[in-house]
Nanobody, 129 residues
Framework: QVHLVESGGGLVQPGGSLRLSCAVS????????FGWFRQAPGKEREGIAC???????????FYRESVKGRFTISRDKSKNTLYLQMNSLTPEDTGVYYC???????????????????WGQGTQVTVSS
C-alpha cells in the first residue's frame, strides 16, 4: 500500500524558511515522478516543484516561475523521503502543501494535479508577521 505523509509545515515570518518532508512508503523513489503542490485559500491546487524519475537526466527538477530560485525539491533515496526547501517566503506562499507521486507521468503534465495517482494529506504553511 502506498503512503505519502507530509510534515514540516507551520507558521513562519516573511523572509523565513521551512523545509517540508514527504515520507514515502510502498513505492520506490527511483521509479516514480514526484511533485509538490500547494493550494491557497479559495484557489485551485497548483504545481510548484516537480522531479521526474530520471532526475536531472531530463533537465529537471522543474519549478513554477514564482518559486524559482527560492524553492528546491530533492529526494533522499536512502530515507525514501522527498523534500521541499523553501526560502525567502512571502505571504503569497501561504497554503496547504501536498506531495504527489505517479509512475508514468510525462514531462508536459508534471504541473497538473489530475495526472498524479498518489497524494499525501497535506501540511499547512502560513507566512505571516
Amino acid at each position: 500500500q502506498v503512503h505519502l505523509v507530509e510534515s514540516g509545515g507551520g507558521l513562519v515570518q516573511p523572509g523565513g524558511s521551512l523545509r517540508l518532508s514527504c515520507a514515502v512508503s510502498g513505492i520506490d523513489l527511483n521509479e516514480y515522478s514526484f511533485g509538490w503542490f500547494r493550494q491557497a485559500p479559495g484557489k485551485e491546487r497548483e504545481g510548484i516543484a516537480c522531479i521526474s524519475s530520471k532526475g536531472e537526466r531530463d533537465g529537471g527538477p522543474f519549478y513554477r516561475e514564482s518559486v524559482k530560485g527560492r524553492f528546491t525539491i530533492s529526494r533522499d533515496k536512502s530515507k525514501n523521503t522527498l523534500y521541499l526547501q523553501m526560502n525567502s517566503l512571502t505571504p503569497e506562499d501561504t497554503g496547504v502543501y501536498y506531495c504527489a507521486a505517479d509512475p508514468s507521468i510525462i514531462l508536459s503534465s508534471m504541473f497538473e494535479s489530475r495526472h498524479y495517482h498518489y497524494w499525501g494529506q497535506g501540511t499547512q504553511v502560513t507566512v505571516s508577521s
